[in-house]
């Protein structure tokens, strides 16, 4: 994954950027994954050149407006997701599904590494029929190589309401510093 310029990006809390997670502007696309913890898939798509935007949030679920403590202790069916906002000249969808098949483990269900519950799902949320279309084939590109050892258990539906997380979530390996530290363990 190419670096990405940090300064160009649209940072979800602040008033004036908002408002791109649904209306991203013309030229720029949006999707929307969920893959395990928001705060990792995040910042993983947060690295991609071409990215403009990133939100964490939650989707696919019932419940309107929910918390955190909400998702994570009751029944709301929303996983915890990604909005991403991408720049088709620079980033392809396709380029964008590379990153989130090889960020998780999209045969566990409802599980990632330690996070077990149904909002870690790997999920695949398109908003429109060319993304479905490109999802599906590159699930069963996947499926076909043998990629994984078991199954691919990734939902693959129409997107719903996005939900955007608290302003604390937003960011977070970047606000606590996570990320210098990942970065700096590769250099050795």
């Not at 408002?19 to 910042?43: H, R, S, V």
């Not at 050149?49 to 679920?61: C, E, F, N, Q, W």
């Not at 407006?65 to 906002?85: F, M, N, S, W």
Request: charged fraction near 30%; aromatic fraction near 12%.
């Amino acid at each position: 994954m190419e670096g990405n310029e940090k300064a160009e990006q649209k940072n979800a809390t602040s008033e004036e950027s908002t408002d791109i997670f649904e209306n991203p502007g013309e030229g720029l696309e949006k999707a929307t994954f969920a893959a395990g913890c928001f705060w990792g898939i995040e910042e993983a798509f947060r690295q991609v050149k071409g990215v403009v935007a990133t939100a964490v949030g939650y989707s696919g679920g019932h419940f309107e407006k929910p918390t955190y403590e909400q998702v994570c202790t009751l029944d709301t069916g929303h996983a915890e997701a990604v909005r991403v906002i991408f720049d088709p000249k620079v980033v392809s969808y396709k380029n964008l599904l590379d990153v989130f098949w090889k960020i998780h483990d999209p045969t566990t269900k409802n599980r990632q590494g330690p996070d077990v519950g149904k909002q870690y799902r790997s999920v695949i949320f398109y908003h429109n029929e060319e993304q479905k279309a490109a999802a599906l084939a590159s699930k069963e590109e996947l499926e076909k190589a043998g990629v994984f050892k078991n199954p691919i258990v990734t939902e693959i539906v129409p997107v719903s309401e996005f939900y955007m997380a608290e302003d604390y979530h937003q960011q977070y390996f970047e606000k606590k510093g996570f990320l210098q530290n990942i970065l700096r363990s590769f250099k050795k």
